[in-house]
């Protein structure tokens, strides 16, 4: 009887710890942002896989692009719920990150392996996305199939319900 005891208090033990592995993201290309054709301004920026640049004004939706900086605390706060959107969204929605404001492309690719990212993400070395996107971060955008910004969310998203909801909203899909 106290084996069975033992036994059974070891696999509660055990069962009771965090069984979820953390996960790990990819650098995935950048091959996969569809854009428009002919757009009205050229704002081209780095592919954090090393591969050709985008033109973040031609990024064809429905799209969601998040501007984040690995030394953004809300940014890192709010992955969370961008890694499980997109988990759970059966690519309705390409999600697109720019990474700002980095020492190197290099601290960008790590923190978005570390942090679970599975989308394109796009480098801005020289910051000229500051002109389209604005200073500060975190800032969300929802592109329509047009490629027009159809809105823009200053600030963290607070939980997966928001980007679904303001995804559902602004883009007819979540």
């Known amino acids: 009887m106290k084996k069975i ?54 990024i064809k939706g429905p799209a969601i692009i998040n501007v984040w900086g690995s030394w953004c605390a809300p940014c890192k706060d709010e992955l969370p719920y961008f890694v499980e959107f997109n988990r759970n969204q059966g690519g309705k929605v ?18 978005a392996i570390e942090q679970g990212m599975n989308w394109p993400n796009l ?11 604005g200073m500060g971060v975190p800032v969300t955008w929802f592109i329509d199939s047009d490629g027009k910004v159809v809105h823009k969310k200053i600030g963290s998203i607070k939980s997966t319900d928001e980007l679904r909801s303001l995804s559902k909203k602004y883009l007819g899909v979540s």
């Not at 005891?5 to 290309?29: D, Q, Y």
């Not at 480098?123 to 996107?133: A, E, L, P």
């Open 5 to 58: 005891v033992a036994l059974l208090s070891l696999l509660f033990i055990v069962g009771c710890g965090n069984s979820t592995p953390a996960l790990k993201g990819e650098i995935v290309s950048c091959s996969t942002i569809n854009t428009i054709a002919d757009p009205a301004k050229t704002i081209d920026a780095e592919c954090l896989d090393g591969g050709s640049g985008v033109n973040v004004a031609a």
């Open 94 to 111: 390409l999600l697109v990150g720019i990474d700002v404001e980095e020492k190197n492309a290099q601290d960008g690719r790590a923190f």
């Open 123 to 133: 480098y801005d070395r020289k910051g000229v996305t500051r002109k389209y996107f």
